[in-house]
């Protein structure tokens, strides 16, 4: 029992690790999977068709015409061994040249020459020495493989040793390479046409990918379904999602603006409220949670707001960066850059500028030294800013990305605000189809990296 478990346990295993190399060795593409499947069954019907040709008819073939050259040369020797003295040998030799197109001459008695070496295959081989075997049943030799168009027979007979040289399309089917060459050239044109079939067949499918992947970063599309019906039916669902979440943002813009618009009302009564009454500590700290309530409310209509009404442009990166500079050096700390070139890319640069500018708000409030830094890493912009502040523990840098959610240790994050900045800056980045993460930066303080597909 042991054993078989052990066999079956590797026999298992052994499967598991095929199947996994197998998986890995497939083709990933749609196309490419699409293509083996019409290539693989026409390469497996046409090698059945291909073996069945050379194994059944192209063998009968060649075999019946060895076994008519081998009957004319048995006919021959039987003529010239009845005749008186062998007296019709120079006519049989004469009518065989003529009528049959068999070379025939009698050399002198004397031994066969040494079997020379066969070919690894030839059907020609193995049928005429069957059928001389069998129809002659004398001493021979035969030479197919000396001349490329001639096959030599050597008989030997009481007399002497009659040589035959005949043409190899007599005794062998020589047009095979036709059937090859058809067979061939119809397989490239219906795998070409196969070729561009597929590919005007993926091609819808391919471009519903790219508007999706552009809606996903919040760019404008112009996608019109194409192509096989479940194809275009999954273009309409596209666009139906597209314009249910485009209603839905419209919907929560125009919402918030009203309730926006109410609360500023409120607020406004209550500072004209306050500004009748008399001076008194009391008074100041109403002031003070009214500008409050004031900053809370336009931080969380930022947040639920978004910033999707903006278009992407093209964008000088190192222009933006340059901006960045100038609000941390304008606010007393030391920043620097560090970037290749002045990559442009398509983005919304405003609602970009707000996460970054949300970031380094972050950076210069726990931080003395700033660096910024970008690169274009092929289908990716990375953003990196480093402070050397205190930095934020590894175990709640998540939980800062929570709405309203403010560490009380080490560094206060959006100290005096809402606890939305981190918020939005994740937000922006998502809506560009990228990520926001937070990391140990080389300065000794907290790394905060944008991710952004280009």
Avoid at 93 to 98: L, N
Avoid at 241 to 255: G, N, Y
């Amino acid at each position: 029992m042991e054993k078989r478990a052990t066999l079956h346990f590797g026999l298992l295993r052994f499967y598991r690790r095929a199947s996994s190399w197998l998986r890995a060795q497939m083709p990933k593409a749609l196309f490419t999977r699409a293509l083996i499947i019409i290539i693989a069954p026409m390469v497996l019907l046409q090698s059945v068709v291909a073996y069945v040709f050379m194994e059944r008819h192209w063998q009968l073939v060649t075999r019946r015409l060895s076994a008519a050259v081998v009957r004319d040369i048995g006919s021959f020797i039987d003529v010239i061994q009845l005749s008186p003295r062998h007296e019709l040998t120079d006519k049989v030799i004469k009518i065989a040249g003529d009528r049959v197109g068999l070379d025939i001459e009698i050399m002198p008695p004397g031994p066969l020459p040494a079997p020379g070496p066969r070919p690894f295959f030839s059907i020609l081989d193995n049928a005429l020495s069957d059928e001389i075997n069998d129809v002659i049943k004398r001493p021979y030799w035969i030479d197919t493989v000396g001349s490329s168009d001639l096959i030599e027979i050597r008989i030997q007979l009481e007399w002497g040793i009659m040589r035959v040289l005949t043409q190899r399309s007599q005794a062998y089917a020589s047009n095979t390479h036709i059937f090859i060459l058809w067979m061939v050239g119809t397989s490239l044109v219906l795998l070409l046409v196969a070729i561009l079939f597929l590919r005007n067949q993926i091609k819808p499918v391919l471009q519903l990918a790219e508007a999706a992947e552009s809606f996903g970063k919040g760019r404008e599309i112009d996608y019109r379904p194409r192509g096989a019906k479940e194809v275009r039916q999954a273009g309409m669902a596209f666009l139906e999602m597209k314009r249910r979440i485009e209603r839905a943002l419209e919907q929560r813009t125009t919402m918030l603006n009203g309730v926006s618009h109410d609360l500023r009302t409120i607020l406004t009564r209550f500072r004209l409220s306050l500004e009748m009454v008399d001076e008194s500590a009391e008074l100041e700290a109403l002031k003070k949670d009214v500008d409050e309530m004031s900053r809370m409310l336009e931080g969380y209509l930022a947040f639920a707001r978004g910033d999707a009404a903006e278009a992407a442009e093209p964008v000088s990166v190192r222009a933006l960066l340059d901006e960045l500079k100038a609000d941390g050096e304008r606010q007393g700390h030391p920043t620097t850059i560090d970037m290749s070139g002045d990559p442009v890319v398509t983005i919304r640069r405003d609602a970009i500028k707000r996460c970054l500018v949300n970031l380094l708000s972050n950076a210069v409030r726990h931080g003395d030294k700033i660096a910024l830094s970008a690169v274009l890493d092929g289908r990716w912009l990375l953003f990196h800013i480093d402070d050397d502040g205190p930095g934020i523990p590894a175990s709640r840098r998540e939980d800062v990305f929570k709405p309203f959610v403010r560490l009380d240790e080490a560094r206060n994050v959006d100290e005096g605000g809402s606890g939305l900045g981190l918020s939005i800056a994740r937000d922006i980045v998502r809506s560009h189809g990228g990520d926001v993460v937070l990391v140990d930066s080389p300065m000794g303080g907290l790394r905060a990296t944008v991710r952004i597909p280009v």
